[in-house]
Structure formats: structure tokens, C-alpha cells
């Protein structure tokens, strides 16, 4: 009777080059004996068509080959875009990524963090909503922390690829100054102000230097929702003649409510982003934003959340430049300030 093909075990493996399964073991995962042993047993293996028990393998070895991506909030479309690139990054360095979203939520992000490493994930690449929370102290000591955008004060991340912000910023409150406009508001998606995003200590900085005045607004990435937020801020009497968003996906908001208002961009308002997302291309007119190289990110947080796993590296740090795209959003305000 036809039992069926066997499954190749570490025993076959032993059998077929006179080793013992203890020194097979050891040659497939390449510790304690000669390189020459461990090609031997690695060809053997093949030959055998054997495959390591992936359960087995991370009991042996320590490690589940899994690395969990926490976004701040997947609502945002350049998040979206990030976690989708991560992904790839990831498998393609063999490892399984895990991308959850915080909605941006302290609490849940408190709360998925630590799910991801009571689940053993050897790393966690995360896009943080609360910086400074002191939890993160404590996952940084549990496993490898990769932060993305913000720099997490007081925990020892492994590494931490952050953003420009400083130039992104003052560029584009320069762009809208240039084109004549005095009343600007710029809309961001959290109010909690961190080293790698003072969006609202440049705003008071820059913004009398420019001769605008200039309010910080906190607005949610969600088209309806950023929609009203920008409904309720052109009510007012002398309302702005600019928003420079913080997120593509807020100024698609800005769009949605100048067309609800019968307001033409950028005759009536000019409108500034900040992700360069593909969509921006698609409206009408064309959304100028800031492009940030998503290739640059995606390479350097694999390589640090890939390589840190032997806690042997020091701290590493990246920090990613805007390149302006300017486009048809922009221009002179209709009618000049006084």
C-alpha cells in the first residue's frame, strides 16, 4: 500500500552523511561546526528535499521571522503607502511582516505594541501617534525598536529614520508667503509637538518673519472629517486665503469643501500637502506638495530592523529630505490682505 511520499527529517539527513541529528541541527542553523560540515549537511538537505518545521526553527533559533509594523493610523494615505512598501521590504529579506493600525489612538497603540511582543515578533518598525509615551522604554528592552518619523525621546530604539520637517516647513509657508498671501493656516494631523515635528514652533517662528499670520489647526487625516474642519475655519469673518497641510490626505479635504462652498482652487484658496500621493496628480488643478523617498525609507528600515536582531548595533539614525513638487494649487490671493 502506497503510504504516501515521507517527509525528510533531520534523521535523514544524519543517515545520509554519517553525522549525528545534534550536529545536523547545529550545521543547518551554522553553529559549532566547520563551514565545510555545514555545506555538506546544506546539500545533503536539499538533495533529500528537506524543510525546516518553521515552529521548530524559531523555538531553536529564538526568533519568528516576524516583524510587526504598528501605524499611527492607516486612514492616512502615505502611511497606507508606507506599510504596503514595508511589506514588500520585508519579504523580500524573508522575514513576515505583521502591519496593524493604532487608529490613532495612544491607548490602542499601547495596547498593539505590546500584543506584538507578547507575540515574539523580532522586531517592531513602528510610525508612533504619542512619541513620548514611556512605553515605549519598556518594548525597547523586549525587542527591536525601529521608529519611523519620529524619534522616541527616552527609549532605546535601535534605530530611527525621521523626516526633514524643518525644511518641509518653512519651505512651504515661504511658497505661499511669495505668492502674496498674509492669512495662512496649516492644518496637521496631532497636536503633540516632538523634536522631529515642530510643525507649530516653525509656524510661530517663520511666520512673522513672513509677515503672515499663521494659526496651527489639528485636523484627522478622513476626507468628510477634514472636509469640515476646513467648512467650519473659512465661516469666520476674515477666514485664510491658505492652508498648507501637513498630510495629503487633509488636503484633499481642503478640495472637498471649496467645491462645497463653491470656492475654486486655488482662485479663492491655495493649498499646499505634504505626501506627494499619487491621487494629488489626479485633481483639479494638480495638489503641490512635498515628495519623500519612500525607496530611501524602505531600505534603511529593513536593513535596521533585519540586522539589529543581534543587539549588537549601535543606534542608527536617518533623516529623509522633501523634495518640492510644486504644481497648480497655488497661487496669488484673490483679493490682497491688508
Known amino acids: 500500500m502506497n503510504q504516501g511520499r515521507h517527509r525528510p527529517t533531520l534523521r535523514d539527513i544524519a543517515e545520509e552523511t554519517g553525522l549525528s541529528p545534534a550536529a545536523v541541527s547545529y550545521a543547518l542553523r551554522g553553529l559549532q561546526v566547520t ?61 513576515n511582516p505583521i502591519t496593524v493600525d493604532a487608529g490613532n489612538d495612544p491607548e490602542r497603540e499601547i495596547t498593539l505594541a505590546k500584543r506584538m511582543v507578547d507575540q515574539r515578533a ?34 532605546p530604539a535601535a534605530a530611527e529614520v525621521v523626516f526633514d520637517n524643518v525644511t518641509g516647513v518653512r519651505h512651504g509657508l515661504r511658497l505661499l508667503a511669495e505668492a502674496g498671501h498674509t492669512r495662512v493656516t496649516v492644518l496637521t494631523p496631532t497636536d503633540r509637538a516632538t523634536p522631529d515635528r515642530p510643525a507649530e514652533q516653525i509656524v510661530q517662528q517663520m511666520a512673522p518673519e513672513l509677515g503672515l499670520t499663521a494659526a496651527v489647526r489639528t485636523c484627522p487625516h478622513d476626507l468628510d472629517g477634514a472636509a469640515a474642519v476646513v467648512r467650519e475655519l473659512l465661516a469666520v469673518p476674515a477666514p485664510p486665503t491658505a492652508f498648507f497641510c501637513l498630510a495629503d490626505s487633509i488636503a484633499f479635504g481642503v478640495y472637498l469643501a471649496a467645491r462645497e462652498l463653491n470656492m475654486s482652487v486655488p482662485e479663492d484658496i491655495s493649498v499646499v500637502g505634504y505626501d506627494d500621493l499619487p491621487a494629488g496628480r489626479l485633481l483639479t488643478p494638480p495638489l503641490s506638495s512635498y515628495q519623500w523617498p519612500i525607496d530611501s525609507l524602505v531600505e534603511s528600515v529593513v536593513s535596521y530592523a533585519v540586522e539589529a536582531n543581534d543587539r549588537k548595533t549601535d543606534q542608527r539614525r536617518t533623516v529623509l529630505v522633501p523634495e518640492p513638487m510644486p504644481r497648480g494649487s497655488v497661487a496669488a490671493p484673490r483679493v490682497t490682505s491688508a
Open 35 to 95: 563551514e565545510e560540515t555545514q555545506a555538506r549537511v546544506r546539500a545533503a538537505a536539499k538533495r533529500l528535499g528537506y524543510e525546516a518545521d518553521p515552529i521548530a526553527r524559531a523555538l531553536a533559533s529564538g526568533r519568528t521571522e516576524t516583524i510587526g509594523v504598528l501605524c499611527g493610523s492607516l486612514a492616512d494615505g502615505w502611511q497606507q503607502q508606507v506599510a504596503a512598501a514595508l511589506g514588500r521590504g520585508l519579504l523580500g529579506a524573508g522575514r
Open 122 to 155: 523580532d522586531a517592531l518598525v513602528v510610525l508612533p501617534v504619542d512619541p513620548n509615551a514611556p512605553h515605549w522604554t519598556e518594548i525597547a528592552e523586549r525587542t527591536v525598536l525601529v521608529a519611523v518619523g519620529d524619534g522616541l525621546p527616552g527609549a
